[in-house]
């Protein structure tokens, strides 16, 4: 399967989200956590998407009586990480430097996340340039 075929749309994500966040769920289940959040969509859609994620590798589904229960078998985090080195190649020229600097410059942290970074940083500090 080639990089294409693994990419994951916005709107195939957000059905993997709530999986993530709700376990293993049938396609009505997916759907009513989409619409108790706001994303009206059909059920044959969700269908759809669930479709797509299990021929890309993302999501798997298990026969349970009369409905399939679908489940993500790939991470949030993996997910992460690729689409943030994507976005490093794509629009920072590789460089992970210039993306944080613009996430401090222009988001907004709580001071628990400023915490965590501040302690990052002082142990990336300790161990010098050669990690």
Do not use: C
């Not at 289940?29 to 021929?55: K, P, S, W």
């Not at 020229?93 to 993306?99: A, F």
């Not at 970074?117 to 010098?128: K, N, S």
């Amino acid at each position: 399967m080639g990089k294409k075929d693994r990419d994951i749309s916005a709107a195939e994500l957000e059905v993997v989200a709530a999986l993530w966040e709700g376990g293993p769920m049938t396609v009505r289940e997916v759907m009513n956590t989409l619409h108790g959040q706001g994303r009206e969509i059909a059920y044959t859609t969700v269908l759809t998407f669930l479709a797509r994620l299990e021929r890309k590798g993302v999501v798997v589904s298990d026969k349970d009586g009369v409905a399939y229960v679908y489940r993500a078998v790939v991470s949030r985090d993996k997910v992460t990480r690729t689409r943030v080195k994507d976005i490093v190649e794509q629009v920072f020229d590789g460089s992970p430097g210039p993306l944080v600097l613009h996430l401090m410059k222009n988001e907004r942290f709580t001071s628990e996340e400023l915490a965590e970074m501040r302690a990052l940083i002082e142990r990336l500090d300790e161990r010098g340039p050669d990690r």
